[in-house]
């Protein structure tokens, strides 16, 4: 996923709920699940979660992550606003496991 995509996320999930593109337990797309995952994810909240751009130059380029992980905290915020993220979410879709794994690079634990 690239960084840049991250803020239109927001209004796909609110017009994905205003069209009735998905049930009511798929909340606008966060949840619905994704066939043929990779990096282990089911669903679109995951993959949030865990990917931001995966090509190989930018794994290590420590500002690009330290963006990643402003983008993905504003992301997660502006949601629980709009009473998209819920708190059970955290548990329930093992956000915390995707965010902190120890092949993310994270600068707020550097």
């Given at each position: ?9 927001p209004?796909f ?5 205003k069209?009735?593109?998905f ?69 329930a ?10 092949s993310?690079s ?5």
């Amino acid at each position: 996923m690239r960084l840049e995509a991250i803020s239109f996320l927001p209004t796909f999930v609110e017009l994905g709920i205003k069209y009735g593109q998905f049930t009511n337990d798929e909340r606008g797309g966060l949840l619905a699940e994704i066939k043929n995952a990779s990096f282990g994810v089911n669903n679109m909240l995951q993959l949030i979660a865990c990917c931001f751009d995966n090509r190989d130059e930018m794994k290590q380029d420590k500002e690009f992550h330290k963006r990643a992980d402003e983008e993905l905290c504003n992301l997660l915020i502006e949601l629980h606003e709009k009473d998209l993220l819920k708190k059970e979410d955290v548990k329930a879709q093992y956000l915390f496991g995707f965010i902190c794994r120890p092949s993310r690079s994270i600068s707020i634990f550097s």
